[in-house]
C-alpha cells in the first residue's frame, strides 16, 4: 500500500530550526509533485511549499519565504520542509502530501492553493511546536 511518512517535528524555541522529513513506500517521489501544508486545530489547513516533479517549479508561501526552504534527496526518495528561525505562530500539525502522474507539471503555487484537494496521498502529520 503506497503511504507517505513524515517526521521531525517537536518543540523547538523561537528562533531555531528543524527539518522535517517525508518519506515514501512503494512509489518514488522523484515523479511526483509534493507539498507541505500546515493545521492549526480551528483553522483551515493552508499550503506552505510546494514543488512540482523534476523541481521545474516551487512556491513558497509568503508567511514562511526566506526561512523555509523544500527540497528533495532522490537517492533516499525523501522530501524535505528545512524550517529555520522559526515563530510560535509556526506552530501547527504539518502534512506532506503527493500527487500522482501525469498530473504532476502544475506549478507549485497550483498544489498548495488550488490543488490541495487533489492530492492522492497524505501523510498522518507530524506536530511542530515552537515556544520558549
Known amino acids: 500500500q503506497l503511504q507517505i511518512v513524515e517526521s521531525g517535528g517537536g518543540l523547538v524555541q523561537p528562533g531555531g530550526s528543524l527539518r522535517l522529513s517525508c518519506a515514501a513506500s512503494?512509489?518514488?517521489?522523484?515523479?511526483?509533485?509534493i507539498g507541505w501544508f500546515r493545521q492549526v486545530p480551528g483553522k483551515e489547513r493552508e499550503g506552505v511549499s510546494c514543488?512540482?516533479?523534476?523541481?521545474?517549479?516551487?512556491y513558497v508561501a509568503d508567511s514562511v519565504k526566506g526561512r523555509f526552504t523544500i527540497s528533495r534527496d532522490n537517492a533516499k526518495n525523501t522530501v524535505y520542509l528545512q524550517m529555520n528561525s522559526l515563530k510560535p505562530e509556526d506552530t501547527a500539525v504539518y502534512y506532506c502530501?503527493?500527487?500522482?502522474?501525469?498530473?504532476?507539471?502544475?506549478?507549485?503555487?497550483?498544489?498548495?492553493?488550488?490543488?490541495?484537494?487533489?492530492?492522492?496521498?497524505w501523510g498522518k502529520g507530524t506536530l511542530v511546536t515552537v515556544s520558549s
Open positions: 514543488v512540482s516533479s523534476k523541481d521545474t517549479s516551487t
Open positions: 502530501a503527493a500527487r500522482a502522474p501525469p498530473q504532476t507539471f502544475y506549478s507549485g503555487e497550483y498544489y498548495c492553493y488550488y490543488g490541495m484537494d487533489d492530492m492522492d496521498y
Open positions: 512503494e512509489f518514488t517521489l522523484e515523479y511526483y509533485a
